[in-house]
């Protein structure tokens, strides 16, 4: 069986589109040609005589149960097929195709263009259709040169606004409009105040780029977090919260599970260091919302997913599954909770405990013993005139 092949080509937003000779050639060919209603507008024209076309829309099942009809395809995308484009999807779902990719210059890089701004250092994420993991991530890292493609959900105000509840007013930002679409492109450079409060034109995207460093410690000092009830005591302290962090391996890990969060002094710590790492945290006081909440804004960590409750009550099944765990409260229930972190622990896992008493240390021994599991690390920590803590790391 022959295999289906495509022929992917990348358009800008012009009225004015020019093929060369070898696109041309493709297309003068074809029999079904695909793309979006606005890339049916643009390349309406250049089409022959009988074409049949596939609009692409959501869902796109529908679309790919249309393209199972057919042996060649050519379709019309935005930019660079291979840059957050329809080639990565075809590439994903039909991983036996044959593809060939004719790209033109991608939004952000006639953005670039129109400011005459070396691009080479920018790192780039999208926000269309996706959540805003990468994109916290890139300012967690600080990039110096950030650029953007958006959706009519996280506009350039919308993601000023998240930029400005976290501190990240360090950026300038130049907003490009209907680029390519020479009746209607618009290029703006503003604030991220400005930004904020401004209604932009869709299709649009953006450049970050960085004026000032933001600070981020290593450590976070206790001083500066917001406490529960104001007890400094209710917080893990910066030398166990390193030593916790280190033998948790994070860096070699994509899903963190904080359970007895408080203050989210871990999470955030965790958030700060590894960016791009899965932060969940577990805390059954109404009030750790809201510090969590506080103290994420204070440390610019968007992007930790808290879960309050009784974690023995919560439902997990849905959540991501964690490779880390740590547990910083276990409400007198520790072996139990052990039995419900093993239930959705990934194979290669590891759980760190940090433990203030014997009793709880030889729970924690117990508890680590009956899911097959075994202490591996253990480290005794004083802290001016606290108490000691033993640090566990079972795998």
Not at 156 to 163: H, L, N
Request: glycine share 8%; aromatic share 8%; net charge neutral.
């Amino acid at each position: 069986m022959c295999r289906q092949s495509f022929h992917i080509i990348g358009i800008s937003d012009s009225a004015e589109i020019y093929f060369p000779p070898r696109v041309q050639e493709v297309i003068s060919r074809g029999k079904v040609f695909s793309g979006g209603v606005r890339h049916h507008q643009l390349v309406e024209r250049f089409l022959p005589e009988g074409a049949e076309w596939i609009d692409i829309s959501v869902p796109l099942d529908k679309v790919f149960a249309q393209y199972a009809a057919h042996r060649e395809i050519v379709v019309f995308a935005s930019g660079d097929p291979l840059f957050f484009g329809f080639a990565n999807t075809v590439q994903r779902l039909l991983p036996e195709s044959s593809i060939h990719v004719y790209p033109t210059f991608n939004s952000l890089q006639m953005l670039a263009h129109r400011l005459l701004l070396p691009y080479q250092e920018m790192r780039m994420v999208s926000l269309t259709g996706r959540p805003w993991k990468a994109f916290d991530a890139a300012l967690i890292r600080g990039e110096r040169m950030l650029g953007v493609l958006t959706d009519r959900v996280k506009t350039p105000a919308a993601i000023a606004a998240r930029m400005q509840e976290y501190g990240y007013d360090n950026y300038r930002m130049y907003v490009g409009e209907a680029l390519g679409n020479a009746a209607e492109e618009r290029v703006r450079e503003l604030t991220v105040e400005e930004a904020r409060h401004t209604t932009f034109q869709s299709p649009n995207c953006l450049i970050l780029v960085r004026t000032a460093l933001r600070r981020r410690p290593l450590g976070l000092k206790e001083s500066e977090f917001a406490l529960l009830n104001g007890r400094v005591n209710m917080i893990t302290k910066r030398p166990v919260r390193l030593q916790t962090l280190s033998m948790l391996d994070l860096q070699m890990r994509t899903v963190f599970w904080d359970i007895g969060s408080c203050t989210g002094s871990v999470s955030i710590e965790a958030k700060s260091l590894y960016p791009e790492l899965e932060v969940i945290a577990f805390e059954r006081r109404p009030e750790g919302a809201e510090l969590l909440r506080a103290n994420c804004v204070k440390w610019g960590t968007p992007g930790i997913r808290f879960v309050g409750g009784d974690f023995m009550e919560q439902p997990l099944a849905d959540l991501p599954r964690p490779d880390a765990v740590f547990i910083g409260g276990h409400g007198g229930r520790l072996q139990e909770l052990l039995k419900r972190v093993d239930e959705v622990l990934l194979p290669g896992g590891v759980i760190v405990f940090n433990s203030v008493s014997e009793d709880s240390l030889q729970q924690f021994y117990e508890g680590v013993a009956q899911t097959g599991r075994r202490v591996t690390e253990r480290i005794r920590l004083v802290v001016d005139a606290h108490n000691p803590i033993e640090i566990l790391k079972a795998e």
